[in-house]
């Protein structure tokens, strides 16, 4: 199983971004969860969304809430992070994360595979 992500760059705030998030090597989808985070210099990595994918349920960081969005589309192994921007996201890797059988909870220690990241910069 491999992720990889893509999307970032340089946004300003109000800005709207998406990020995407290839999963190879999977079978059957369903079966997995699909975490989002970030981590901004010096910081620790930080919870941004999740969800299951054969599930309806998503779940978004209190410091997101409102502005992302998460979703995915099955016929591309594809989960997606559409982000309006705010100056205070500053700028942070946005790492994706997939576990099979996962509950989609919002802790790194739940997710196995991960990505390399990609980084987003907010800035006027």
């Known amino acids: 199983v491999q992720v990889t992500e893509s999307g970032g760059g340089s946004v300003q705030p109000g800005d709207s971004l998406t990020l995407s998030c290839v999963l190879s090597?999977?079978?059957?989808?369903?079966?997995?969860?699909v975490g989002w985070f970030r981590q901004r210099p010096g910081t620790q990595r930080e919870f941004v969304a999740a969800f299951k994918w054969g599930g309806s349920a998503k779940r978004y960081g209190d410091s997101v809430e409102g502005r992302f969005t998460i979703s995915r589309d099955t016929s591309k192994n594809t989960a997606y992070l559409q982000m309006t921007s705010r100056r205070r996201d500053g700028t942070a890797v946005y790492y994706c994360?997939?576990?099979?059988w996962g509950g989609g909870a919002p802790y790194e220690r739940e997710y196995a595979t991960w990505g390399r990241g990609t980084q987003v910069t907010v800035s006027s």
């Open positions: 090597g999977i079978t059957t989808l369903s079966n997995y969860a």
């Open positions: 994360a997939a576990e099979r």
